[in-house]
């Protein structure tokens, strides 16, 4: 508790690194408040505001990485519901911090719990997409600024996918209204969005 109340209080001097660390604890702490009502109010909103932004910017047949979140990130899975022309990719975590995208239909039937609880798709060939096949990367983060600035987890695992896509691709950032920030410590790899979609 003292902890928590140190970095409200930014009574701690550390490096970006630590910055990063202490930014997620006290914004954990903002997501735990988070009731059950108002996760579920902001992930539908956020879901409908995803899909108006996906029928306006991407062709329709094309594939949208999207995710699916832990208990303290948006439920995005009615995009299956609000989307059904355009096929959707889930991101399974590979060797080396690495990220694999699989087309996946149905996310209750073809999700399985993998690295910390995340559900993710089977290892399948056949389900198995490139990176360069993707318009649009839904980016998770646990904190975003207006100007498409965000703090990761910690793994970099999007950070090392992302890098390497063309400027074409659009990246959107989707998070609870309590996930906007005034300024992140951002260090020289971690890579934007181009916009963000809030729940408010």
Same mark, same amino acid.
């Given at each position: /508790?003292?902890? %928590? +109340?140190? %970095?409200?209080?930014?009574?701690? /001097?550390s490096s970006i690194k630590q910055k990063k660390e202490d930014l997620r604890i006290l914004v954990r702490a903002d997501l735990k408040n988070l009731t059950a009502t108002e996760k579920a109010k902001e992930?539908?909103?956020? &879901? =409908?505001?995803l899909a108006a932004y996906i029928s306006s910017n991407c062709?329709?047949? &094309? @594939?949208?990485?999207? @995710?699916?979140?832990?208990? @303290? =990130? #948006?439920?995005?899975?009615?995009?299956?519901? !609000? %989307? #059904?022309d355009y096929k959707l990719a889930y991101p399974r975590c590979g060797?080396?911090?690495?990220? $694999? @995208?699989h087309h996946i239909n149905n996310p209750e039937k073809e999700l399985i719990k993998g690295y910390y609880g995340i559900r993710e798709p089977? +290892?399948?060939?056949n389900t198995l997409i490139s990176p360069d096949e993707v318009a649009l990367f839904i980016v998770p983060a646990f904190a975003y600024t207006a100007e498409g600035l965000r703090l990761g987890k910690g793994g970099g695992y999007y950070d090392r996918i992302l890098s390497g896509v063309s400027d074409d691709v659009i !990246? !959107?950032?989707?998070?609870?209204?309590?996930?906007?920030? =005034?300024?992140? #410590?951002? =260090?020289? $790899?971690?890579i934007s969005v181009d916009n963000i979609i809030l729940g408010m």
């Amino acid at each position: /508790m003292k902890l %928590l +109340d140190d %970095l409200k209080n930014g009574l701690r /001097m550390s490096s970006i690194k630590q910055k990063k660390e202490d930014l997620r604890i006290l914004v954990r702490a903002d997501l735990k408040n988070l009731t059950a009502t108002e996760k579920a109010k902001e992930s539908a909103l956020i &879901c =409908e505001k995803l899909a108006a932004y996906i029928s306006s910017n991407c062709p329709k047949d &094309c @594939f949208i990485a999207t @995710f699916a979140g832990l208990s @303290f =990130e #948006p439920d995005l899975l009615a995009l299956h519901q !609000l %989307l #059904p022309d355009y096929k959707l990719a889930y991101p399974r975590c590979g060797k080396e911090r690495s990220l $694999h @995208f699989h087309h996946i239909n149905n996310p209750e039937k073809e999700l399985i719990k993998g690295y910390y609880g995340i559900r993710e798709p089977e +290892d399948l060939q056949n389900t198995l997409i490139s990176p360069d096949e993707v318009a649009l990367f839904i980016v998770p983060a646990f904190a975003y600024t207006a100007e498409g600035l965000r703090l990761g987890k910690g793994g970099g695992y999007y950070d090392r996918i992302l890098s390497g896509v063309s400027d074409d691709v659009i !990246l !959107l950032g989707a998070g609870f209204s309590v996930q906007l920030k =005034e300024q992140l #410590p951002v =260090e020289e $790899h971690d890579i934007s969005v181009d916009n963000i979609i809030l729940g408010m």
